[in-house]
């Protein structure tokens, strides 16, 4: 019995907050724009009986997810949002790695020093340091400010409203989500194992690649797909760091909902971006249990 | 293994014995000259001269945080010495680099490339080489007989056994043929059962490859089975230098004795009694001992005598023709099984352990605690040291 509830917790918990929200937005998508309160049609109609419910399910229908491939702009957003993530991504790995490297070999008594650092941000807004980027990026920002004057460049850079803005400020907030998995993934490597490739004729550079890379290989996996997921559906970044030139489905998602108030197409846009998503976290999960087989 | 059995019981003419440490036309593989090595204020390795021969085992003892796995690491070429020069094949090896040494070594965790198959795991070095595909197989191949290893090619090391992971530590290690291998703690993370028979693999490897071999190791006895010469290492010098038997027969100092081995040390002052004979003052109210050496003692300097347990003779009644004879009674006993080792106190206090072989059952013992006892022993079988 105790058993019973225990396990039921967590699956109380998933109905509750994921699987109840997600019919809820399923059923909006199958339904019409109306001009109401709430703004689609049908609604549940218990008081009409049996034949209450026939009538509301035969209203629901697919023309949401017909539209969503009759406009480009759809498949074009989700094109570019997938893009823009996986090209943040290799660049947020490109950043983080090093860093990840140079904690792993810090001396140990630096390292919870180093580990705070990585995680400080994050006692601070989210939404703040995305308003911090603005001053630094911006035409009068502090980053022109410094290259002007010191003779770098002599017309301010337009990197706000860029798409460069954006890539700066995804790798900027999601460092530490790739960071972290390669840290303790290299933090748990055995020192003795680059000095064996060494002793069997490697350079430097030989082991690190393969011994090294290989051996870190589940945390950057991890560090990737804990980066692209969240990534593909962003909207704080590219609404305040891009401009009108960088589209992204989490944009769209939120006009739809917010300026055309059009519940339906955007609950529609919902379901296929959570679609979408399944795939790499269907595989993400399938990393995290075979390296829990190899360890295990 | 007869080349080093041989060596030691003498049983074979001198000319095949193996014993390039006393020929003074041998050249030495490796040479350490006036070798220090400090990490900051510690000395880890203090001005020490060692040579090592080819085709020897040879085994670094001592306990943890003597500079043997300093030594070892240098040979390796993950440390440079501080002062002085080692010298491979005559070769200062220093500035080398060591993915370009001729030298290889078994790390104490094996080091195995978790992400790499057994096979892999032993090709690793010779791929570094380039060595050409069918070469580099059939080398894998050998590595993998020599080893028992031939259907463990395919898994991970983390789906072997220790015992086998050991033996794919030392494949991987020996693939590449080296001049030297270096061997760390190879057999510590072993139950003892599978270290003693892994210690005659290890033997009868070495004796086929001809491969030099120096071993690193905290246990006296797996030194004393492998090696052919053993250097007792403390405090970042060396304490002696020479054959098991020898280490053991004839300790210089008493911290080898002690260290080797069960020893008891009595301390006294040495008089000459005639040629390479001494009688030692030892105890108030005890007749002088009589130890024969071949070290000069000036009269009244005060010595060590040293005697291995198993060269005590217990019995109930003082033998007649003993040199040595102390009395005393049983205070304690350790039975091994095979042998019994019988804690015997004196007089005066100072406790002696004599070992004797169980040749018969338990319940027969002649002697138990409490019981008055002779204790007895040759005036060649103890040891006379200075300090």
Redesign the interface.
Known sequence: MRRAVLIAIPYVWLLALFLVPFFIVLKISLSDIALAIPPYSPTLDLSAGWAGIKEFFSQLDLENYVWLTEDDLYWKAYLSSVKIALISTFFTLLVGYPIAYGMARAPQEWRPTLMMLIILPFWTSFLIRVYAWMGILSNEGYLNQILLWTGIISTPLTILNTSTAVYIGIVYTYLPFMILPIYSALERM?G??I?????????RF?AFW??TI??S?PGIIAGCFLVMIPVIGEFVIPSLLGGSGTLMIGKVLWEEFFSNRDWPVASAVAIVLLLILIIPIVLFQRNQQKQAE??G | MPLFSDCRTGAVLNSDVFAPWDDPQAKPLIQFQNVTKRFGEFTAIDNLSLDIFEREFFALLGPSGCGKTTMMRML???ETPTEGHILLGGQDIDPI????RA???M???Y?L???LSVWENIA??LR??NMPKHDLEERVEEMLRLTRLEQFARR?P?QISGGQRQRVALA??LA?APKLLLLDEPLGALDKKLRQDTQFELMDIQEKTGTTFVIVTHDQEEAMTVASRVAVMDQGQLMQVSTPDRIYENPVSVYVADFIGDVNIIEGRAAPSGEDSYQIDWAEGQAPLTASSPTGFSNGQSCHLAIRPEKVTISAERPSDAVNAVQGKVHDIAYLGNLSTYYVELANGIIIKAQTANTRRISRRSFTWEDPVWLSWTATAAVLLAN
């Open positions: 055995d003795s194992l000095e064996a490739a060494e002793d069997l004729g490697c350079s030989q393969l011994v290989p051996l290989k190899a360890e | 390796a070429g993950f680099p060591p993915n370009k030298v290889n070594m790390f104490q965790s080091a490339f978790p992400h690793f070095g570094r080489d991970k983390h991987r290690s590449k």
